[in-house]
């Protein structure tokens, strides 16, 4: 129905808030949202990621002194493995597969910059009602890197798009509501600056 209109690529420095899911699995799969989901919006995540994968990459081969790895084997010490996209961290193997997965990453994205042609990898975004990126799911340690190595531009998709937003579209661009909502998203990834 929408296309390709919600692949858009921003500068990274536009994702600064991410929202955390429980705060839109409450509500109906719908692209269109009328909630105030931006209010549960956090800032936090973002700097902490950046803060987690600098300190990782700084201990590269001493990975079990990074903050990351340390927060992971407590977690699993405690009998509170962390759960990640389907995979429990039950072992002390897969922590140090997840941090030097991390360090592969970072290290990839420092020299070859962000690659946006690797399949089934888009940073999930929604809309808020002024226009506004959230970063919704997926990417966190993608945006993190590439804020840390300032990499110009990032791929998103967005999920979700917030009824204001669309009625604000229709205003400017006085088209089909599904016309005037391809306009205006491109405008966001038109929009350079940061």
Request: charged share 25%.
């Amino acid at each position: 129905m929408i296309g390709d209109a919600v692949n858009l690529t921003v500068p990274p420095a536009q994702l600064v808030a991410k929202l955390p899911r429980s705060a839109v699995d409450r509500e109906p799969a719908r692209f269109v949202f009328a909630g105030d989901w931006a209010a549960a919006a956090q800032t936090r995540p973002h700097e902490q990621a950046v803060q987690s994968m600098r300190d990782l990459l700084d201990h590269g081969a001493d990975i079990e002194n990074s903050e990351v790895h340390r927060r992971l084997s407590a977690q699993l010490a405690a009998g509170r493995p962390w759960a990640k996209a389907g995979t429990l961290f039950d072992s002390a193997e897969k922590i140090r597969a997840y941090c030097e997965d991390c360090i592969a990453t970072g290290r990839s994205i420092e020299r070859l910059g962000y690659r946006s042609d690797l399949p089934n990898d888009a940073i999930e975004v929604i809309v808020t009602a002024d226009g506004s990126l959230v970063h919704l799911r997926r990417g966190n340690h993608r945006v993190a890197f590439a804020r840390l190595f300032a990499v110009p531009l990032v791929p998103v998709e967005v999920r979700h798009v917030h009824r204001d937003f669309v009625m604000s579209c229709l205003r400017r661009h006085r088209q089909s509501w599904l016309t005037s909502l391809r306009a205006g998203l491109r405008q966001l990834g038109e929009r350079r600056s940061s």
